[in-house]
């Protein structure tokens, strides 16, 4: 009898599990998909992390209008780590193991997604369009992993490469956070100086996130010989580099940034104060293309739903990366789990007029947008000058 009885127990287990959703997946139900990010809301790139996440919410808000995907709306929680690892950390494994969140998105931070795979990996759960473009978020070849944009790396090389033809600079500086993210940075200036004949890597200096005296850094750079410095710093504190060189009269030295300082508002300080500063980033400045219409709806729903005078680039990032995100879980089906995700991340290949690149993933490359655009600050914009 109890022989029988433990098969019987056996044989509806079974029948159970056979009959459970084929979506029985960490963060989703037959009703909702959790979507996490863990991101910077108050700290040195505040700038890039709290309008990205508002912008990512609107366009989850207007799917789950519709109706959300495949019948479930999404549900998207925002952790607040302030540039800040143990904040970070705690933040992680809320997300991750407390709310059981399905994918992160958007989550900010070189050293802060990189200590995150191990636990994400784990736990299957993928890491979309993170606000870093170090290279380590598509490389090595990962199935869970997939970046947003060209590297900070790739990005450096062809900025330093294009100012030192345009301008005949020969000799390159980094001025970094010495973080994965400050080392990318470096790195790229250092290859591409070491690959091309009459340039040279002559010095650098390394900062805190919340420096901002940059008097004495700035002097040594001059007496080094700078012709070019690559820097990769907090929003703030590449603003303060360019006022403070225009006071030390450091006119013959140009200061080109990453993505990570291709933002919409280091071209409004007021006074002129970082005119003439330079970026090399994954995406086009949002304000000249207001001619397209795209660009248009997204600036007229950014604006009235935060007050905001512009969006800016995190916006747009947060937008671009939760536009990336729909679409690959409309393309994964309705039987929603990582290989799914990944099969829809894979199949996506279109053109994004909000960032003015184009989004490409497939089974061995899960970098989404290749291009390197090259921008200065000319009248209180970013204007495009190359694109690589």
């Known amino acids: 009898m109890k022989t029988l009885t433990t098969r019987l127990a056996a044989v509806a287990i079974a029948t159970a599990m056979a009959a459970a959703p084929v979506y029985a997946e960490q963060g989703v139900t037959d009703t909702e998909i959790l979507i996490g990010s863990n991101n910077d809301l108050s700290g040195p790139f505040a700038a890039f992390g709290a309008p990205a996440t ?24 925002v952790e607040d780590h302030g540039y800040q690892m143990p904040k970070a950390i705690q933040g992680m494994n809320k997300l991750i193991n407390g709310d059981k969140v399905f994918a992160m998105l958007l ?32 490389e090595p070849f990962h199935p869970l992993h997939y970046a ?107 200061f080109i ?20 500063m330079y970026a090399a980033s994954g995406w086009a400045d949002l304000l000249s293309r207001m001619d397209k219409p795209e660009v248009q709806k997204f600036f007229k729903r950014y ?13 747009l990032l947060g937008h671009s990366s939760a536009e990336t995100l729909v679409r690959a879980l409309e393309a994964a089906g309705p039987d929603l789990n990582a290989e799914t995700f990944q099969m829809g991340m894979e199949s996506l290949n279109y053109e994004d007029v909000v960032s003015g690149n184009t989004v490409t993933y497939s ?13 200065v600050i000319k009248d209180g914009n970013w204007m495009e000058i190359a694109r690589q």
């Open 54 to 77: 508002k912008a990512a919410q609107l366009v989850f808000d207007e799917v789950n209008e519709g109706g959300g995907i495949h019948g479930r709306k999404i549900r998207f929680i």
């Open 107 to 138: 989550s900010l931070g070189t050293p802060m997604n990189i200590a995150a795979f191990k636990l994400q990996d784990a736990k299957k759960v993928p890491n979309v369009n993170p606000l870093t473009a170090a290279r380590q978020m598509a």
């Open 148 to 254: 947003g944009t060209a590297t900070y790396y790739d990005q450096i090389r062809d900025g330093v490469a294009y100012l030192a033809e345009m301008k005949g600079g020969t000799n390159v500086c980094a001025m970094y956070l010495p973080t994965d993210f400050g080392k990318d940075i470096k790195e790229g200036a250092e290859s591409i100086s070491a690959e091309t004949d009459g340039l040279n890597f002559v010095s650098e200096t390394t900062h805190k996130p919340d420096d901002s005296d940059f008097v004495g850094a700035l002097q040594k750079l001059n007496a080094d010989g700078c012709d070019i410095v690559a820097m990769a710093l907090g929003v703030r504190q590449a603003i303060t580099v360019s006022g403070t060189a225009k006071k030390l009269g450091l006119t013959d030295m140009s």
């Open 257 to 276: 940034n990453s993505s990570a300082g291709f933002h919409t508002v280091m071209a409004k300080v007021p006074g002129g104060v970082t005119e003439g």
């Open 303 to 315: 604006t009235e739903a935060t007050g905001e005078e512009l969006p800016g680039s995190g916006a």
């Open 363 to 375: 089974a061995t490359d899960h970098q989404g947008a290749d291009e390197v655009v090259i921008s």
